[in-house]
Every structure is written in C-alpha cells, then in structure tokens.
C-alpha cells in the first residue's frame, strides 16, 4: 500500500510543479516583476512549447519588460493556432503601434472585434487609435506639431492581461469499473404497421451564404464617390452615404447643409484616388482604404482614408469615413 502511495505521488509531481509554475508566472505578472516572469515563462515553454496560457503569459511579461520583438513573435504564433482570440491581436496591436504600423494596429484590433463583437478593451484602444491618428493629421496640416510622430507616442491603449474566451477543455472520465452486461431480455417482437405515404418539403439545412460584392465593384463605388465630388454633383454625392451619416455633426441634416455648401463654393475641385484596397468584407459592412489628394484654388491636401460601407438594402453606402495620417 506504502508502495502504491509512493509510486501515486511521483506521478503527480510533473502536473503540481506545473501548476505551481503557472501559479507563480502568474503571481509575478500581478506583482510587476516582468523580467522574473519573462524568465519564468522562458523556462515554462522549454517545457511545454504548445501551452497557450503559458505562451500568451510569457509574452505579456517580455512586452512589459521592453523585449516587444520576442513577445510579438509569440502573439503571432498563438494567433497562427488560435485565430479567434482577440487578446493575442490586442496586445499585437500596441507593438505594431509602437513600431509606427498604424494600419497593422488598427487592422488586429478590427479583427479581434470580428470574433468578439462586445470586446469592451479593444473597442476601447481602437477609438483611442483613431483619435489619435486623427490629431497628429490635424497638426500636421496646420504645421503645429515639429515631430508628428510623437502625438502617436501618446496614445494610451490597455493591454489584456489574461486569456478570458481560451476555451476550457476537460478530460472525459474514465468508469473506475467495467459496467456489468446485464443479460438481454427477449422483448416481442412489434407488430408490423403498414408505412403512411408522407409528403415532406425539401429544406436545405445549410442555405448559402449570401453572395460578395466584388472588389472591382466596390473600387467603383469609391471612385463613382470621388468623380461625384470632383463634378460637384451634389445629388450623387449625398446619394452615396446612408441616411444617417453626420460626421462631425450634430445630426444628418447639418452635415447635409455643410457639406453642400462647401462643395458649391465657387472654384473648380479636384480629387484623385490612389492605392485603393478593400480591407475587409462581410456581409454587412466593407472597410475600404485608399491615398486621396485633394486640391481646390484655396487648399490642398494628401491623406490616407478609410471608409466604412454599410448594406441599405441591395446597395452599399458610406456609414463612416476617418482619415488615418496626412502624407
């Protein structure tokens, strides 16, 4: 009995030391002690190279401790085997800011709402982003600001600490002893019912998906947009946002007035569209980036632009535009 005891506790060790080393990455993490819990993850993954609670642990500590290279190749293999968890793409999304990718940021933390639409954190650090892009466009244009990047610098996003939506996964039980057969009892056999002849409709339990826009047709889209403007065809132009669309307004109608009497203001605009590429689509919205130069006898700009379409009823509208950075 002594023996079986013995030989019970040596094979529990490997798993109670791995719980404790889990336990103590984690309690290094709350404590701040990123380059103990760097190290301690290190010495985890030698270990255990496939553990994604160790693997997103261990590069939360190197990013916190300034090692953002080696934690952003971990993120990016976790999101390689676990493309729907937004927490990798989140923390991602802060290096790739930190490098300057501006669109490589904003791109993660749209994707990572893509697989959790009510993601309060990255909803958060992707407006942070935009507000931020937005202001170092405006000072740039205005010549306030002598080192743009540094506006950049100055976005606050949060990082995410812990995977909440890993799926858990648990062993199936093993009986401790073999079910006893019990012996068959012979039953009567049923007597024999003459089938009823049933009508039954077809239903086709996997109905197809409904069919994308192509991306020539929604380049098209944009580029109808821009001729709208450049022509001030005013009609064509508001017919190409949603009902709903106010800008920087107060309501629809505000913005409709603005933009009316900006484009009628005598002198003839130009708009060119360049490096247009279709983000993303589903079946309800279309995220579609390009280079816009614009030029009017009073000002002229080059930006880098992303709408937002939205479906209202079979056409494609703009429900939302930002302006990303000043080139």
Do not use: C
Not at 52 to 67: H, M, W
Not at 244 to 257: I, L, P, S, Y
Not at 280 to 298: E, G, L, M, W
């Amino acid at each position: 009995m002594l023996r079986f005891n013995l030989l019970l506790l040596i094979s529990l060790l490997p798993g109670l030391a791995s719980a404790n080393s889990l336990q103590q990455l984690e309690k290094e993490l709350a404590l701040n002690k990123y380059a103990s819990a760097a190290t301690t993850g290190l010495s985890m993954l030698r270990e255990s190279p496939d553990d994604t609670q160790v693997k997103f642990l261990t590069a939360v500590a190197l990013q916190k401790n300034n090692q953002p290279l080696l934690a952003k190749k971990y993120y990016q293999q976790i999101i390689k085997t676990h493309p729907k968890l937004p927490e990798p793409r989140n923390n991602l999304a802060m290096i790739y800011l930190q490098q300057g990718q501006h669109d490589q940021a904003v791109d993660l933390l749209i994707t990572s709402l893509k697989t959790h639409p009510a993601y309060a954190t990255a909803w958060l650090n992707l407006s942070n982003v935009y507000r931020g892009l937005a202001s170092e466009a405006y000072r740039r244009a205005l010549s306030e600001e002598k080192d743009p990047s540094s506006v950049v610098h100055k976005i606050q996003l949060t990082a995410l600490t812990s995977l909440h939506s890993l799926p858990k996964t648990t062993p199936a039980l093993q009986p401790e002893n073999k079910p006893v057969q019990l012996a068959k009892i012979q039953e009567p056999e049923p007597k024999k019912v003459k089938p009823v002849k049933q009508i039954t409709a077809m239903v086709d339990d996997n109905p197809p998906m409904a069919k994308m826009t192509s991306e020539s047709a929604l380049i098209k889209l944009v580029q109808d947009w821009a001729n709208a403007w450049s022509n001030k065809d005013f009609k064509s132009y508001l017919n190409s946002y949603t009902m709903d669309f106010k800008g920087r307004k107060a309501n629809h109608e505000q913005w409709r007035q603005y933009r009316k009497s900006r484009i009628n203001r005598p002198g003839k605009i130009n708009i060119q569209l360049s490096n247009i590429r279709v983000k993303s689509q589903t079946q309800n919205q279309v995220i579609i980036d390009f280079h816009q130069a614009y030029s009017s006898p009073n000002y002229s700009d080059k930006v880098v632009k992303r709408l937002y379409l939205s479906k209202s009823g079979n056409q494609w509208k703009i429900s939302r535009e930002n302006t990303l950075a000043v080139l």
